[in-house]
């Protein structure tokens, strides 16, 4: 068995347990950062769902750690998760803005060098940016999610896409989008988004959400509300 996949079975392995998050900051924070990387790239697409998110989060944890080594190699994945995003390369994204606004939530220098680069994502072509909107709206919903992972750290640089994201509340027909808008608007404290709030915090369309190491079964009001309830310590 070759060592990258031996790596992988035992990475996995771990993010499949009940501890896997104080087994994230023992057995695999010791482990070397770069070596980590291959696999938990592989493993954003894993079958299961667990899975993947567990790999979103030490993923960005191992670039986070890689920052604090060597500013430079951690820039290198960065750039890779770029490259996934980049129609050119071939490839989907599946688990790359998830992966950066974790990674960014983790290091104030990654944060402060890509926090445009996450939003671009979801600013539209004529608006300022890279032009990098992406139509793909499962992808445009991992941009939320990236922007709302940021924004539980570091609000003050998530504040960049409050305009898209009350967007997302008002104009995009989908649950899933408006629910990460409800998060993430909450969390940056935009208060311009309240009366959007207002209008959701009555549904009861079902959402997944993953936060803090765990996926919760809510609602969109039940996000609206909470939103809402943020708004007002404000």
Known sequence: MSRFRSLK??????????????RLGSELAVMNAQELVGPLFSLLL???????????TALGATVARM?????????VVMRRFLWHMNEES?????????????????????????YKKLASYVQCPDCLGD???????????????????????????????????LGA???????????????????????????A??????????LELYRDGAVEHLTLGALAREALATLEKE
């Open 90 to 114: 071939g490839n989907v994204g599946w688990g790359i803005p998830e992966s950066m606004g974790e990674a960014m939530a983790r290091h104030p220098r990654l944060a402060e060098e890509y």
């Open 67 to 75: 920052a604090d080594e060597e500013m430079e190699r951690a820039r």
């Open 169 to 195: 509340l008002t104009v995009e027909d989908s649950p899933v989008s408006q629910g990460l808008a409800c998060w993430a608007l909450g969390l940056m404290g935009s208060t311009a988004a309240r009366p």
């Open 131 to 165: 032009n990098n909107y992406v139509d793909h709206a499962p992808l445009r919903q991992a941009t939320y999610w990236g922007l709302a992972r940021l924004a539980q750290v570091r609000p003050g640089l998530a504040v960049f896409a409050a305009a898209e994201l």
């Open 197 to 206: 709030l207002l209008a959701l915090a009555e549904r009861d369309d079902p």
């Open 46 to 56: 894993h079958p299961h769902e667990e899975i993947r998110w567990h790999a979103v």
């Open 9 to 22: 079975l035992r990475v996995q392995a771990i993010l499949g347990q009940e501890d896997w998050q104080d």
